[in-house]
């Protein structure tokens, strides 16, 4: 049994198409609660931060709406820091934005490591950037690189070492982000390597690969988007050739066994473009995965 604490952000504002703020409604309407009481955890849910409402707020040119976006994730960071180390978290987005203020407050805790499971890198900075959207930024800031209104998140500086983040799922990557995710030397594990080695092997070379790094604690960040998307369409950036449902679920599975992982995100979640909620339902079931369903 684990203490669970769970906390929503939503916020749509680092992305380009509107809808994921209401993600974290549809994950709870979903049964994430439900679901992880029946695992035997102890489950508190912590509610929200606050975000404004974008309509009120005047829309930039460049970095749109960047200062509501670095206010939301250091409500993150914050709550993050305040939780006791043995607590496991779940941040529900809203866009991948948020993982800023969830790295970095886990990172509070001790030596982190970092499974991005991503069809994106998510690694541009705001002058590499093809679209100015915050959402593809936050590895970049989290490694201490960008504009200095989001690394006050944490008041500056690096949070991680990119030796200590694997990709796992990456099949569209920006052209100028090929060159930071080679100068960085990050472990990725594109959707070509999950099809040559198969996802079994992918996650057990993980594992060991942060085992030997010797991080003390392990965040998962999940966007929906690396599902493929004939069986998560409600995301605001599918990309066709994702993960397949056992996959994913496998993925989990073994991270759990492996009893690594200390907190995680669900990300990306849009139910305007969803389908009766089914991409929720998945990242729930994904969750249940990380936190000890089996099959047996």
Known sequence: MAKIHVKGVPLDMGAGRRGVDMGVSAIRLAGLRETLLRLGHNV???????VPVVETLERASSLPYIEAIAASCKQVYHWFRQLPSDAFAVVL???????MGSVAGAAHHGRLGVI???AHTDINT??????????????????????????????????IDPADIVYIG???????????????????????????????????????????RGVSRVHVSFDADVLDPTLAPGVG???????????????????????????????????ILDNANKTAQIMVDMTSSLLGKAIL
Do not use: F
């Open 93 to 99: 987005g809203g866009d991948h934005s948020i993982a």
């Open 126 to 159: 705001p002058d590499t950037s093809p679209s100015g959207n915050i959402h593809g930024m936050p590895l970049s800031h989290l490694l201490g690189v960008g504009d200095p209104r989001l690394l006050d998140i944490w008041g500056g500086g690096a949070v």
């Open 170 to 212: 990456i099949r569209s990557v920006d052209m100028k982000e090929r060159g930071l995710v080679k100068e960085h030397g990050i472990l990725t594990y594109t959707m070509k390597d999950i099809d040559m080695e198969g996802l079994a092997s992918v996650a057990k070379q993980t594992i060991a690969y942060l085992q030997r």
């Open 116 to 118: 991005w499971v991503d």
């Open 237 to 271: 950036t599918p990309e066709p050739g994702g993960l397949t449902y056992r996959e994913a679920h496998l993925l989990m599975e073994l991270l759990c066994d492996a009893k690594i992982a200390t907190s995680l995100d669900i990300v990306e979640v849009n139910p």
């Open 44 to 50: 508190i849910d912590d509610g929200n931060v606050e």
